[in-house]
Structures are given as structure tokens and as C-alpha cells.
């Protein structure tokens, strides 16, 4: 059974980095998929923040990607999301999630709030 | 690239058929025929109910279903549980490996 699940601090201080990583088990990164993260501001929709490939191609949400930088490692079977000069607009459940060949998030974490607020 | 249109908000009573539109462009919806629907209970992960327009996953109910016409995708449930009371989700793939989500809509079921 796949199963993700996310860490990182809770609370960011405006302009610093909000940095989170995905612990996967029950499958190993480096056999395929792409692993991505996905997050929810309060009261509103998903938005895709962005995907990794098992190799390192990744692709990022046009609006985010001067700011996002996600990456994997495949030793310790985790893929991690790095998002600079937060500001409260960034404030959100995050989520990390295998997508499939099909463009489906078929597995997800059960999320982490992360508030930024000084 | 904006976020896919859905209604805020949809309602019906047990046994009811409801359907949730997900509009967007040629880009996105209309372009392509990954188009995801994901059904969300508050405090709990995302579960994948509909992919590839019309595809349901192993174990999820045949009274969901998907279609798509033109720039417009939808997904109806049909025979209405209380347990479908939940939040909805629409996605599509949009073009260099990006994906767009709907704004969401929450299903009441009265």
C-alpha cells in the first residue's frame, strides 16, 4: 500500500522559505511516476504547484515557478518542496501526491497547514 | 493560465441525480481528454473518482460518472448518498506538463 506523507513547520515568517518534505513508503520513487504537491488556501481550490519525474524533469506552475524549486531523493525515498519569499497569500494545506502517465493524482497525502504570518 | 470554472455550490436530495460543470478553454479542457475529478472530505485526503474524462478507478461506484463536451467537462452523481456530501475538485492537463484545478464545489446533500 503507497503511502505519502508530509513534514515541515507549520508556521513561516513572511519573505523566508517554506520548506516541506514527502516521506513515501510502499513503493520506491525511483521506479517511476511523477510526485508532485499540490496546495489549498483556506476557502479556496486545489492549485498545482508543480511535478517531479523519478530522473529530475520538473515542471512548475507558471505563476510560482520564479519562486518553487521541488526535488527528489531517491536514497531516502522522499521528494521535498522549497517555496521562497512566502507572504500570507501562501498560507495553505499542502499537499504531496503521485501523479500518473495519465495526469492523475491517484495518491495523496493527508496534508499539512502551513501558516505565514510573523 | 487561470483556474477552471465550477459552481461554488450544488445541492440535492438523497436519491437525486446532481451534475457539476468544470469550464475552461481549448487549452485545457477542451484540448485534451485528461480531465480528473476529485472528491474531498474536509480534514482528509483528495480521492481520485473520475480520470481521463469517463474512467472510474477501481472501487468507486458506478453512479459517478464523467463527460465532456467542448470546453466544458462534468461529473454527475446519480442515486445522491449522504456520504457524497463532500467537496469536488475538477482537473486538466494544460499544455507543457501543467495542470489546472476548478475552484471546487460543495455538494450538500439535504
Known amino acids: 500500500q503507497v503511502q505519502l506523507q508530509e513534514s515541515g513547520p507549520g508556521l513561516v515568517r513572511p519573505s523566508e522559505t517554506l520548506s516541506l518534505t514527502c516521506a513515501v513508503s510502499?513503493?520506491?520513487?525511483?521506479?517511476?511516476?511523477?510526485w508532485g504537491w499540490v496546495r489549498q488556501p483556506p476557502g479556496k481550490g486545489l492549485e498545482w504547484i508543480g511535478s517531479?519525474?523519478?530522473?529530475?524533469?520538473?515542471y512548475y506552475m507558471p505563476s510560482l515557478k520564479s519562486r518553487v524549486t521541488i526535488s527528489v531523493d531517491t536514497s531516502n525515498n522522499q521528494f521535498s518542496l522549497e517555496l521562497n519569499s512566502v507572504t500570507a497569500a501562501d498560507t495553505a494545506v499542502y499537499y504531496c501526491?503521485?501523479?500518473?502517465?495519465?495526469?492523475?493524482?491517484?495518491?495523496w497525502g493527508r496534508g499539512t497547514l502551513v501558516t505565514v504570518s510573523s | 493560465q487561470s483556474a477552471l470554472t465550477q459552481p461554488r455550490s450544488v445541492s440535492g436530495s438523497p436519491g437525486q441525480s446532481v451534475t457539476i460543470s468544470c469550464t475552461g478553454t481549448?487549452?485545457?479542457?477542451?484540448?485534451?481528454?485528461?480531465v480528473s475529478w476529485y472528491q474531498h472530505h474536509p480534514g482528509k485526503a483528495p480521492k481520485l473518482i473520475i480520470y481521463?474524462?469517463?474512467k472510474r478507478p477501481s472501487g468507486v461506484p458506478d453512479r459517478f460518472s464523467g463527460s465532456k463536451s467542448g470546453n466544458t467537462a462534468s461529473l454527475t452523481i446519480s442515486g445522491l448518498q449522504a456520504e457524497d456530501e463532500a467537496d469536488y475538485h475538477c482537473?486538466?492537463?494544460?499544455?507543457?506538463?501543467?495542470?489546472?484545478f476548478g475552484g471546487g464545489t460543495t455538494l450538500t446533500v439535504l
Open positions: 481521463n474524462v469517463i
Open positions: 510502499g513503493y520506491s520513487i525511483s521506479s517511476g511516476y511523477y
Open positions: 517531479i519525474f523519478r530522473s529530475g524533469g520538473v
Open positions: 501526491a503521485r501523479r500518473d502517465y495519465d495526469n492523475n493524482f491517484d495518491i
Open positions: 481549448s487549452l485545457d479542457v477542451g484540448g485534451y481528454n485528461y
Open positions: 482537473s486538466s492537463y494544460a499544455t507543457s506538463y501543467t495542470l489546472l
